[in-house]
């Protein structure tokens, strides 16, 4: 992954920060945990818009389905405790598929 931090900055930071020389050995360790930290804040980042993308098609999908049950009802009103379980059946579908991308 590559690292915005040029080594002499990060030394330099260190030595204006405590006063003293950083080993080398040091400078590495603080490096590696920054990579760490940002490659930890990249995959949130991804997360954070996989959920958003599935959140946004779930959405979509339970606005069509809600459709469809207004349109079936206009038609045929008689079935309307069967839409009403078919579109919760799949809207709890859909929500659980959405809390599960955020856990993942």
Do not use: C
Request: hydrophobic share 40%.
């Amino acid at each position: 992954m590559p690292n915005s931090l040029s080594r002499r900055p990060l030394g330099d930071a260190f030595d204006r920060a405590s006063g003293r020389t950083v080993s080398p050995r040091l400078e590495r360790t603080v490096r590696h945990e920054v990579d760490l930290v940002h490659g930890r804040a990249v995959v949130q980042a991804a997360r954070t818009r996989a959920v958003e993308y599935v959140t946004h098609s779930a959405l979509r999908a339970i606005e069509g389905l809600t459709e469809m049950e207004t349109l079936a009802l206009q038609r045929a009103p008689l079935g309307d405790a069967r839409y009403k379980a078919i579109v919760d059946t799949a809207t709890g579908a859909l929500a659980r598929i959405v809390a599960e991308t955020g856990q993942a």
